[in-house]
């Protein structure tokens, strides 16, 4: 039999009383009859007292009627005939679709094909929060959806397939349950078989089957009602069979994954040959990454700054499928429309005073290459085309593309590989004093230096504010800052703030500067912009910038996705996020939490360092770190998501991390240093 073990098939219904139950125990008896060991299993029964006097009551007796001798388990059941959420509160309780689907997965083991029967419909309730849908989902169910076949089955089964699709569900099959025959319900052969055609062409599903009315199932003659299953069993064989045949996108999970992975596509900073060790992602949810393998880890990378709600928000989803349905991209050359709107109006009151015109474009890096570019052409514009090159401190980082290299630090960056082509650029000192220490005024001489010698040849200063990101993870003191805005000031030099990584919260301020009470003439926003849903980015520029660039000409930049609509109408559901939930109150507590958590590292011989800024937490080693290993050791002993890198093991959760995330993660950084995991 080619069944993994363990698929689990989840069927759920446009409504109640559609007649699941009698699918279910079909499709059972038709599995049964393919030679497939199958079970069933109710992991919630609303409104039946289980097993009363041994004998099995409810759905499971429908089961055993079809297919004797099947195993059935109901996990829990509660006596109120309600939906489960308000079964489970009027017993006091409260059932989460992690507990139950951990149940349901636990007991799949026990044969090759699980049917699992929802309650109701797929939208049904677990508790306030959950559905039916989001189980079937988080047990990478294949769905089977029973449509009663009246009037209006096509909208109901339309409807279910599109929310069905909208969690991403995959349906297997739809099966089609007719009424009695004489029941004024019925509905003709004409009208039977466009319902089928349609829900073919309309609903996108390959398999639809009939399923009869069976009188011999309601009444009590043992032979007949065998009769009818058997027959029941022979019209659900082709959905037995397609549960039974890996389907395409069946096989590509798994080991299918990694091995056309690791033969065909390339990961970021890696190299092809040997391929990096990966793990492949089913699914995320919350603050939970979910492995192909069922595994749930804990995120502590927030998809590298971006993912700052967690993942799958409702609120961001809705945004991307409500502007899906609309438009989901249109150039913006010569055109314009609501959501790049909503979205710069809403950025431009967040950001710092004196922005006023954005720009939107792909990525960060890209915002790095535009920023650098309206930096030199306002030069130009206002006569000082002398003034061309970039000044930034060492240990930093602004993206890969090539202008952006070129401002990165010059010898942790790719200046070598690329020499003659990144652009030559001004280097000074890196910001020596550490955020909330001493400022030390001697250690801005470097700075000072490089405006003195350098300042009739710059356009612009680019720095990370307090905090230096991937060139190594550095909080910085915010007098540093400061500095570098009076020299800006001074020598007619562009401030170009980076926020790609520390804007939109990560460090406790809406912005970074915020900490040293600096505003930029250009600004940098991306990742977190959209919470972590799409890629997009933004530059937002003084008014006297864009002014000086349009009366000399136009802004050398337009690309192709520039503005994309389902990024924009993402982004600001992510802004407007920011002030439903007190973001600032949830960063505070996790940087006390990484503070105290990561506190036993310091003494621990082999640690450099520990620094806690907002939801970023760090732990510095005095040599690099053996990535692959700690990795294996997060995953496989902790159960979380910790990306380091070069000398560092590094935090940055999402701000809805419960307190108990945030303690594993510091607790396997911990675990992972005390015990040289790291070397
Ligand atoms: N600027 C900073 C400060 C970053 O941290 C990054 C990425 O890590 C970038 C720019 C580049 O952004 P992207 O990777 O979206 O191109």
Redesign the pocket.
């Known amino acids: 039999m080619k069944t993994r073990r363990d698929t689990i098939v989840f069927v759920t219904g446009t409504g109640t009383d559609v007649g699941k139950t009698v699918a279910a125990a079909a499709l059972l008896a038709a599995l049964r009859d393919a030679g497939v060991s199958a079970q069933a299993l109710k992991p919630v029964q609303t409104g039946c007292v289980p097993e009363a006097d041994g004998l099995p009551t409810g759905d499971a007796a429908v089961y055993a009627d079809a297919c004797p001798g099947v195993s059935v388990a109901t996990l829990v059941s509660f006596p109120e005939p309600c939906s489960p959420h308000l079964a489970a509160a009027m017993s006091g309780t409260r059932l989460t679709v992690g507990e139950v689907a951990a149940a349901v997965r636990e007991r799949s083991r026990d044969a090759d094909i699980t049917v699992v029967e929802g309650a109701g419909g797929l939208l049904v309730p677990l508790n306030r929060e959950e559905t039916m849908a989001e189980l079937a989902a988080l047990l990478d169910a294949e769905v089977v959806l029973v449509v009663a076949n009246v009037l209006g089955a096509i909208n109901h089964a339309l409807l279910t397939l599109e929310s069905a699709r909208n969690k991403g569900l995959r349906v297997a099959a739809v099966v089609l349950t007719s009424p009695r025959p004489e029941s004024p319900e019925a509905l003709d052969e004409t009208i039977r078989q466009d319902n089928i055609a349609v829900l073919k062409d309309m609903g996108r599903v390959d398999l639809v089957v009939e399923l009869p009315y069976f009188a011999a199932l309601s009444e009590n003659d043992p032979e007949a009602r065998a009769d009818a299953w058997r027959e029941a069993a022979a019209r659900l064989r082709p959905v037995a069979g397609a549960l039974t045949e890996p389907a395409a996108n069946a096989a590509r999970r798994g080991e299918g994954i990694t091995a056309f992975d690791e033969t065909h596509l390339w990961h970021p900073y890696a190299a092809t040959t040997p391929p990096p060790k990966t793990w492949s992602v089913r699914a995320t949810r919350g603050t939970r990454i979910v492995l192909e393998d069922g595994r749930e880890l804990i995120d502590g990378m927030s998809s ?2 971006a993912a700052v709600h967690g993942y799958n928000h409702p609120a961001l989803l809705e945004a991307l499928r409500t502007q899906a349905g609309r438009m989901p991209h249109v150039m913006f050359g010569g055109l314009t429309h609501e959501p790049a709107v909503a979205l710069g109006e809403k950025l431009l009151s967040l950001a710092p005073a004196g922005l006023s015109r954005v720009f939107f474009c792909d ?6 290459e535009a920023a650098l570019k309206m930096a030199i052409q306002y030069q130009v514009a206002i006569g000082k085309p002398g003034k061309h090159r970039i000044a930034a401190p060492l240990g930093g ?5 090539l202008g ?1 290299m070129g401002v990165c630090d010059p010898v942790n960056g790719m200046h070598g590989l690329f020499s003659g082509v990144v652009p030559n650029q001004v280097f000074f000192d890196r910001p020596a004093c550490r955020f909330g220490g001493r400022f030390d005024p001697d250690t801005l001489s470097s700075m000072e230096a490089a405006f003195r010698e350098h300042g009739d040849e710059l356009a612009a200063l680019i720095l ?1 504010p307090v905090v230096q ?2 060139g190594g993870m550095w909080m910085y003191h915010q007098d540093y800052l400061r500095h570098a805005r009076r020299l800006c000031d001074r020598h007619g030099v562009l401030l170009i703030l ?5 804007g939109f919260g990560r460090t406790g301020k809406m912005f970074a500067a915020e900490w040293a009470d600096v505003a930029p003439d250009i600004l ?1 926003v ?2 977190a912009l959209t919470g972590g849903c799409m ?1 997009l ?1 933004a530059v937002l520029a003084r008014e006297e910038i864009a002014r000086a660039i349009s009366a000399h000409g136009v802004f050398m930049h337009g690309p192709t996705f520039m503005a994309n609509p389902l990024a924009c109408a993402v982004a600001r559901a992510s802004l407007d996020l920011l002030d439903q939930y007190p973001w600032q109150e949830r960063v505070g507590e996790i940087e006390i939490q990484l503070q105290r958590g990561l506190a036993p590292c310091r003494n621990v011989s082999g640690v450099a360092d520990v620094r806690v800024l907002g939801a970023i937490g760090v732990v510095e080693l005095q040599e690099p770190v053996n990535a692959p290993r700690l990795q294996r050791f997060f995953v496989d002993r902790h159960g979380v998501w910790i990306r380091p890198f070069a000398k560092l093991i590094y935090v940055m959760p999402p701000y809805v991390s419960a307190e108990k995330d945030v303690a594993a993660l510091t607790a396997a950084i911990a675990a992972a240093v005390r015990e040289g995991e790291w070397k």
């Open positions: 590298w700054w990525s960060g890096s890209v915002s790095v980082y602004h993206g890969d593309t952006a990370e990101g991937a980076d926020e790609v990584a520390t940098c991306g990742k890629t980015a």
